[in-house]
């Protein structure tokens, strides 16, 4: 039997965890595929890494799952994510960094602004977030991009040598890719009677190793080889499966036309492609896209959207994360279908405004976007497809530029000296004081996270080559260089709603209206509080916080955004692009939180600070609609990677068709209002608080962190903890 | 022409057509042993201590111009201030009345204004809002001329004039029934029901727009009996739909907090069954009936 065995099959298809290899296949032993990494010689990085790459891919077991209709598997690739990366390939990444850091005066910067010192902010080279161009990859399959790869060198009338190993290690990498799919048509071959559907994956494999991709099971197989390749053996995070629905709707109608396939099959496909991103259990799950709008303007949901949604609803996935490409032609009708499945408490879903996704790009890059032209990239961020993406090198905590105001630059919790020297407190007459204070403090951290960004910038393409990735880029593969050597570098601000509410509290409390004198409160602050209780509640419990809709708190937030983009935005970055300042918190509220000090909002010492441009956790007490309008101040056309809002309703405001409706009307008004991604639960703290005594009640229980879902029962205490208050404010 | 508030519900999706944002008014003339509002039965303003939500910290009591605020014990004394309230760090004190001018009210509804599209908007609940006639009357023209739609969520016990003056400016009534019967309806809520019954019957035939609500109370009004009863009834006021609204006991908490004995009746096992009896009922008899 070929079909209607997802659930039967599932407990099979999880290669990653349990893996299987066939010794005959090749080497195991991740020590051994380690060891003969680590002699691999080279002109360049590009070189070895390629050559690295292709010892994986060549030598390494394999593995054809005959549960399942794309399961592959290679051993010498990098575990999942989840559970660390410090073998074959990344250990040379690791050397490749070290050999740029060690004994580089940047060193000492390196340290200041990381998160475990004094918790400035985090920072790490991000040459691993993009997105490949999957119409290239689809459209010309392996043997296309090598080809393509050879003319656009032989149109060079010289080569530099750095050129030249560049297109050597893409020559290199394909032909290894190439290889591999050989290897695992064969592998099928031998098991084709192990499972009915084994001749038909032998074939789609035999096709992809000569060619592109002919049908949508081809497509879907090339995709996954892509994107597993490219995460676990090249070491880049491929950040989205592109628009899915787009990409592969043309396969689907010729398939249905034709009568290969059946909408249910097509469906199955899909569970069992789905599930798969499910056991890679990527910690910031795996992105995919879908809807927008068309190259006719219309809308870019289609039947296959549908299916889509209807084989993600029927799996209950957490670890896939659906960017949904929301403008006002998008039907209610799908949005409704969402909508029920965020209701019923799972579904990974982000709604991200495509009208302020093309305002924000056309800013950005200054070239005319049209709508089917965007596309997004890792949690929730716009990007233009086939064009020079961004790479995230650091975050700012902007929290810890408070209490370098109040300690004079000194991180109060670490005792490191990380900021400037600025006035001591005895000395602030007025909240102008103050305010300078905290500006030179901010100005000190972006221009050490800025000199962070320069380091990383210069050293993307030394120290992760990625052939595999740039083969599927125009503009890459005509300069002979990375993709990761072009593209913009994003800065991100983390805290802005609790910071505001910081400068909020001292302007009123301190020099207002004169209830705490400044001194005291530095010293309420250091001592987390203890003995000054009563002051924390009264500046806690103070409703004029950022996030209720008011006009003074908000206007701090908005200042503050408008300030950070004047600082980051448009400067220029070492790879041929600009910096760009961007709002999100990704999980950092709670990891930074933990090493932030208390606040002047009320905060204690490492509790987690506000997320993505949402109001501090419990300071929003006017609602989600109060939320919505305070976000809708700040100008989200200027924040072109991201500025997401999270949402928490509790059950009774989301039930029945009212409910549904609500919610959409929610979505639609905020998009009119400039919002630029939504996303949120829908939850009872006292489910939760069950979930929490028993785990193994509800294991598909999800919860979104950040721009991804968690089962709520794998999360720590701590998160737990958070969301539990946040579904009890909004009872 | 000032009204007395109890509360304020934004993004409610249940009183009315679309998004709202719904006020609730004091003083209600009906007293419903079930009254899961209690808050709203009296006309003045009242304070409530939530103990679970107590820190003791004793800021109220340091407020309280009598010194006694924490357990509330000596209620007699309380002015009702509201020092206590603004004192309470964790909300475990809340303040149930004040006054406000009927821009005021406007001006809440208006704040989500671009949330309502072109259904949602203003509901006036309670409490019963037409026990404050004027200011009611007031907020629900102000909202028209506005341009946003008015509901009223009303247990149907008030004069007919002052109903007849909200026929051009309510868009959709939320209407109670609770009971068929006179003398029972009289027994549960302390009023008989003859006044509310010949209001919705008045408000039917000037052509209003009627949403009933049936608070269902087990083995009190949700017997099949008395759901035909009131099948038969409603099909004469034509309304909309009739949503049925099951059983909690949820207002324990609050009766608590407010010092107030707690008359609610006894719950049951399967309220759910019994909701969805008494409306596929409803619907047997030609009506639109939801829970």
Redo the contacts between chains.
């Keep these: 039997m070929l079909w209607n065995r997802f659930h039967k099959d599932r407990e099979f298809l999880d290669l990653y965890e349990n893996p299987n290899f066939p010794p005959e296949t090749g080497v195991i032993d991740k020590d051994e595929a380690s060891k003969a990494v680590a002699k691999i010689q080279g002109r360049s990085p590009d070189i070895i890494k390629a050559k690295a790459c292709a010892f994986v891919l060549e030598h390494c077991a394999i593995d054809v799952n005959p549960k399942c209709w794309f399961g592959v598997n290679v051993a010498g690739r990098v575990p999942s994510l989840k559970y660390g990366a410090n073998n074959t390939i990344n250990q040379l990444i690791g050397k490749f960094f070290s050999d740029q850091t060690k004994g580089n005066p940047i060193e000492k910067t390196l340290t200041a602004m990381s998160e475990s010192y004094a918790g400035a902010g985090a920072h790490f080279p991000d040459h691993v977030h993009y997105v490949p161009d999957w119409d290239a990859v689809l459209h010309l399959g392996y043997p296309g991009l090598l080809k393509r790869a050879r003319d656009y060198r032989n149109k060079h009338d010289t080569l530099t040598n750095e050129q030249i190993d560049f297109y050597d290690s893409v020559e290199i990498m394909l032909t290894a890719c190439i290889r591999f799919i050989s290897r695992l048509a064969d592998l099928a071959e031998e098991r084709i009677q192990e499972d009915p559907r084994m001749p038909l994956r032998v074939k789609c494999l035999r096709s992809l190793e000569s060619g592109a991709p002919k049908d949508i099971y081809e497509a879907m197989q090339l995709m996954h080889i892509h994107q597993f390749l490219g995460q676990f053996v090249e070491c880049a995070q491929v950040r989205s499966l592109g628009d899915i629905d787009r990409l592969l709707y043309p396969y689907f109608l010729k398939d249905l036309y034709r009568g290969a396939y059946t909408r249910e099959q097509v469906k199955e496909l899909f569970q069992y492609f789905f599930i798969i991103y499910d056991f890679q259990k990527h910690s910031y799950n795996q992105p995919v896209s879908i809807g927008g709008t068309d190259i006719f303007g219309k809308t870019a949901f289609n039947e296959l959207t549908d299916v889509i949604l209807d084989a993600y609803d029927d799996a209950m996935l957490c670890n896939l994360k659906i960017h949904v490409f929301v403008g006002e032609n998008t039907p209610d009708a799908v949005l409704r279908k969402m909508m029920a499945m965020i209701r019923r408490g799972y579904g990974s879903f982000v709604f991200m405004n495509t009208d302020i996704g093309i305002k924000a790009m056309e800013k950005a890059y200054g070239i005319p976007v049209q709508p089917h032209m965007l596309g997004s990239q890792g949690c929730y961020n716009f990007n233009i497809k086939a064009y020079p993406q961004h790479s995230n090198q650091t975050r700012i905590n902007l929290v810890k530029a408070i209490e370098l105001a109040f300690f004079e630059g000194v991180d109060p919790l670490s005792g490191h000296e990380i900021g400037a020297k600025t006035m001591p407190v005895e000395n602030m007459k007025s909240f102008a004081d103050f305010k300078e204070a905290f500006e030179a403090q901010i100005d000190s951290l972006t221009n050490q996270h800025i000199e962070i960004c320069d380091f990383y910038d210069g050293i993307m393409g030394k120290v992760n080559p990625t052939p595999l990735m740039s083969s599927t880029f125009d503009f890459s593969m005509e300069a002979g260089k990375s993709c990761f050597e072009f593209g913009s570098t994003s800065v991100l601000m983390m805290g802005i709603g609790t910071t505001a509410d910081c400068l909020m509290m001292v302007k009123k409390h301190v020099f207002d209206q004169k209830d705490v004198s400044i001194t005291t409160l530095r010293d309420a602050l250091k001592a987390d509080w203890q003995g000054y209780e009563e002051l924390q509640r009264m500046l806690y419990s103070d409703p004029e916080k950022y996030g209720n809709n008011l006009d003074e708190p908000d206007r701090f937030a908005v200042e503050l955004s408008e300030n950070m983009i004047r600082r980051v935005t448009g400067r220029k970055n070492k790879r041929g692009g600009q910096f760009i300042c961007h709002f999100e918190t990704i999980d950092r509220c709670f990891r930074s939180g933990r090493v932030t000090g208390a606040t002047p909002d009320g905060k204690f010492a490492r509790k987690p600070f506000s997320k993505n441009l949402n109001a501090a956790f419990g300071q929003d007490r006017n609602g989600l609609t109060a939320m919505i309008l305070s976000a809708s101040k700040f100008d989200t056309t200027l924040m072109p990677i991201g500025a997401p809002v999270d949402f928490m309703l509790h059950p009774s405001a989301t039930k029945g068709e009212e409910g549904l409706d609500a919610m959409i009307q929610i979505l639609r008004t905020f998009n009119s209002l400039g919002g630029y991604a939504l996303q949120g639960n829908v939850l009872d703290a006292n489910v939760l608080r069950e979930a929490q005594k028993h785990p193994e009640l509800y294991k598909n229980l999800q919860v979104r962190v950040s721009g991804w879902n968690w089962n709520f029962v794998d999360m720590t205490k701590e998160y737990q903890d958070t969301f539990i208050m946040q579904a009890e404010a909004c009872v | 022409m000032n009204g007395i508030l109890m509360d304020i519900k934004?993004?409610a999706?249940?009183d009315g057509?679309?998004?709202r944002t719904t006020l609730f008014l004091k003083g209600c003339p009906l007293s419903c042993i079930w009254c899961h509002n209690p808050e709203g039965q009296d006309m003045k303003p009242q304070i409530a201590w939530f103990s679970h939500k107590c820190v003791s910290?004793d800021?109220c009591t340091r407020a309280c111009p009598f010194q006694g605020a924490r357990d509330m014990k000596d209620r007699d004394k309380c002015i009702v201030c509201g020092k206590c309230v603004s004192a309470?760090?964790?909300?475990a004190r809340k303040l149930y009345g004040r006054e406000i001018t009927p821009e005021e009210a406007l001006a809440i509804a208006l704040?989500?204004r671009?949330?309502y599209?072109t259904v949602?908007g203003i509901t006036l609940s309670g409490g019963e809002p037409l026990m404050q006639p004027d200011f009611a009357l007031k907020v629900l023209e102000d909202a028209k001329k506005a341009g946003i739609t008015t509901c009223l969520d009303t247990c149907g016990y008030a004069p007919w004039g002052v109903f007849e003056k909200t026929l051009d400016i309510c868009d959709t009534y939320l209407y109670d029934i609770k009971h068929m019967d006179d003398a029972m309806h009289t027994a549960l809520t302390g009023k008989g029901n003859a006044f509310i019954l010949s209001n919705l019957k008045k408000l039917s035939e000037r052509g209003a727009r009627i949403q009933i609500r049936i608070p269902l109370i087990p083995n009190i009004n949700d017997s099949p009996e008395h759901i035909a009863h009131v099948a038969k009834f409603l099909k004469s006021v034509h309304p909309e739909c009739v949503k049925v609204l099951p059983y909690h006991q949820m207002a324990r908490m609050k009766y608590l907090a407010l010092g107030l004995a707690d008359p609610l009746p006894e719950s049951a096992d399967d309220l759910t069954k019994r909701a969805e009896r008494a409306k596929d009922q409803l619907i047997t008899a030609g009506l639109k009936a939801?829970?």
């Design positions: 934004r993004m999706v249940h057509p679309g998004l910290c800021l309470c760090p964790t909300g704040e989500d671009v949330f599209g949602g939801y829970i």
